[in-house]
């Protein structure tokens, strides 16, 4: 079977892109392809990681990127598209045309912590002020509503007593994210998840 070419949207350090390209590396990740990595940062050491693996990058900056981001993938062929840590919102219209074919990660169990205003180190904020034992990483598919898509997998990380919103981010992503993003590209490129 052909590989499913996939395109990974990124802002920021890009440690689930690394996760993916290590996955690939491991044979986790064996039936689709790092084919391009889109940033909406010039600055993400993320294309440093893209670079490093090989993958061809575009950073795209502007406040209308969308019709860019179309043009990319559509040369590039891309059948899948995985947001990790992209801090930019997508279109309705942009979501309803690539239907169950955009997948986000976020670091908490949907549907506590999630939506609009929870990002990055917010989501650990909440999860440490209203004082849950248990938190998480979610994958799921994107919609027009922020976090709102079905939900793919899910992984349960503890909350420790000391921890600060730092130590629980670390830890879900070297407990739940960079486990679950690559295992959930791996099953919707097999055609497991439809
Ligand atoms: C991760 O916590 C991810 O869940 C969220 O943004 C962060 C991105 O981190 N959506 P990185 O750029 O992959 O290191």
Not at 161 to 181: I, S
Request: hydrophobic residues 45%.
């Amino acid at each position: 079977m052909e590989k499913k070419r996939i395109a990974v949207l990124v802002s920021g350090g890009g440690t689930n892109l690394q996760a993916l390209i290590d996955a690939t590396h491991a044979g986790v990740l064996q039936s689709g392809e790092l084919t391009l990595v889109v940033s909406s940062s010039s600055k993400a050491y993320a294309l440093t990681r893209a670079a490093e693996a090989g993958i061809p990058s575009a950073v795209l900056t502007g406040k209308s990127f969308e019709p860019e981001l179309e043009a990319l993938l559509k040369d590039y062929q891309i059948d899948l598209i995985i947001l990790a840590g992209f801090m930019r919102i997508l279109s309705p219209a942009f979501t309803a045309r690539h239907d169950r074919r955009i997948l986000n990660i976020h670091p908490s169990l949907i549907p506590a912590f999630c939506g609009k205003g929870y990002y990055g180190l917010r989501v650990h904020e909440a999860a440490l002020a209203r004082g849950v034992k248990v938190t998480g990483a979610t994958v799921h598919f994107v919609n027009e509503i922020p976090d709102g898509g079905e939900i793919l997998l899910q992984k349960a990380v503890e909350v420790l007593p000391d921890d600060t919103p730092e130590t629980l981010q670390r830890r879900v992503m070297e407990q739940a994210e960079w486990k679950l993003l690559p295992l959930a590209a791996e099953l919707v490129s097999r055609g497991e998840i439809k």
